[in-house]
């Protein structure tokens, strides 16, 4: 990475300073020969009117070799004009006219024809002057002192902008991959389990967005390490409890102990069930987890539903003298929901509102139909539920104290796997307070969720 950046930086810089050379050099020529083009116009705009006349009595430039350059330069200007000479040159840059006779017939290049002062007749050039010997004083003159220097400037500037290119390209490229490169040092131990890690912020503030983003990865990481070491500590004590039980009954069995009667096959059951229950909630969180969470749906009267599984809980109801206020009407509340899977959301929500409930106290049931979906309200009268935990409820393995003195019970997985198969329903769970007192949940379902 160090090698690409170091590399990108530099032909930035190199292109940079190439285009910017290019167009200086190219400027710098072009004014120059605009310059000394004016010179030239302004320089031999005495002689313009003699040659213009020459052309157009002849129709060409035959015979222009014979004029007397000197006598011409007199009576032009006599005394104030001060000159180097005088040369013409027509179009195909062939030398016409010049106070150097060796130069007659000579040839220029295109680009001396550049610097000339065209001779216009109808608005046509016919040729260029010079106020000086082409060879002898003006392009010599140019080319020593300004094109060689310009030139020499424009190197040089280059090379040194491009020694400082490098120079800085250097330090930015290991300024911006210092933090970088901690970065990556720092995720790799993250990756190699030390959790506890975390990026240090405040000499790489350009970077601070990804080393808040690193270390918010390292702090999830390590808060989910912690809770699935909870869990399976939990796990593995709601697994032992019943199993241990289960244990002592069957040796209780085996030595004569207990007589192996229906009571003791109900206690059996019941330690079974405990088993089943913790198990399956274990596999619907993974399901959801993996997103193959489906739910087989039929149509089903939601208020005979409800009535069937708090009819199951009577019994539990009744260790606590509960009173359930259900209110019922004879309209049908027909709904599309998986009997098994909503089954295991009223248990839940009834299980929790049985923990959170008063002695003698009461739990509330309500079904609403809604414009576009039924909502079912269970209400207790337990202590309600702070604020900032109304959504942390439902978050897997946080679990609530009951009331009193009362002990946490079960892994914290109810109301998670619950919202999971409200959600699957294209439904919605939340829990708030209730406005006299006490918590309420409210379970929203589609009617056409098919």
């Not at 094109?147 to 020499?152: A, N, Q």
């Not at 290991?174 to 131990?189: D, Y």
Request: charged share 25%.
């Amino acid at each position: 990475m160090r090698n690409r950046m170091l590399i990108s930086y530099l032909l930035s810089a190199v292109v940079s300073l190439l285009t910017a050379y290019l167009a200086s050099y190219l400027f710098v020529q072009f004014k120059i020969v605009e310059n000394v083009r004016i010179n030239q116009i302004e320089e031999t705009k005495a002689f313009q009117s003699f040659f213009k006349e020459f052309y157009q009595s002849t129709g060409s430039w035959e015979g222009v070799g014979q004029v007397d350059i000197q006598k011409l330069l007199n009576e032009a200007v006599p005394e104030q004009y001060f000159h180097d000479g005088l040369t013409l040159v027509d179009l195909d840059g062939e030398i016409l006219l010049t106070e150097n006779k060796a130069q007659y017939g000579s040839v220029v290049d295109r680009s001396t024809l550049e610097f000339g002062a065209p001779v216009v007749v109808g608005e046509k050039e016919v040729g260029y002057l010079y106020s000086s010997s082409l060879n002898d004083l003006l392009f010599p003159l140019i080319d020593g002192d300004v094109l060689k220097p310009t030139g020499f400037v424009a190197h040089g500037s280059a090379v040194i902008g491009l020694l400082v290119a490098i120079v800085m390209s250097t330090i930015m490229t290991r300024t911006l991959l210092r933090p970088i490169q901690a970065t990556i040092e720092a995720s790799k131990r993250i990756a190699e389990g030390e959790l506890n890690l975390r990026v240090s912020l405040e000499p790489y503030r350009d970077m601070a967005e990804l080393g808040e983003a690193v270390n918010d990865m390292a702090a999830e990481l390590e808060k989910n390490q912690r809770i699935q070491k909870y869990m399976l500590m939990d796990i593995a004590h709601d697994l032992r409890t019943p199993l241990s039980v289960q244990k002592a009954t069957l040796e209780a069995f085996e030595d004569k102990v207990y007589p192996f009667d229906e009571e003791g096959i109900d206690l059996l059951k019941m330690q079974n069930n405990q088993l089943i229950h913790l198990v399956e909630d274990l596999r619907l969180l993974t399901l959801s987890d993996a997103g193959i969470f489906t739910a087989r749906k039929e149509q089903v009267e939601m208020q005979a539903f409800v009535q069937g599984i708090l009819n199951c809980f009577e019994s539990v109801f009744a260790k606590k003298n509960l009173k359930v206020i259900f209110s019922q009407n004879e309209d049908d509340y027909l709904i599309h929901i998986d009997p098994h899977l909503m089954q295991r959301v009223f248990e839940n929500l009834f299980q929790n509102a049985y923990q959170h409930s008063p002695e003698g106290g009461e739990i509330r049931v309500r079904i609403l139909r809604m414009i576009n979906r039924m909502e079912i309200i269970i209400t207790d009268q337990g202590s309600g539920i702070p604020e900032n935990k109304q959504e942390t409820i439902f978050d897997r393995y946080y679990r609530m104290r009951p009331p009193g003195d009362g002990e946490f019970e079960g892994l914290g997985l109810g109301l998670t796997i619950s919202r999971r198969i409200v959600e699957a329903h294209g439904g919605s769970l939340i829990a708030r307070n209730s406005p006299k007192n006490g918590a309420e949940f409210v379970l929203g379902l589609p009617y056409s969720a098919r």
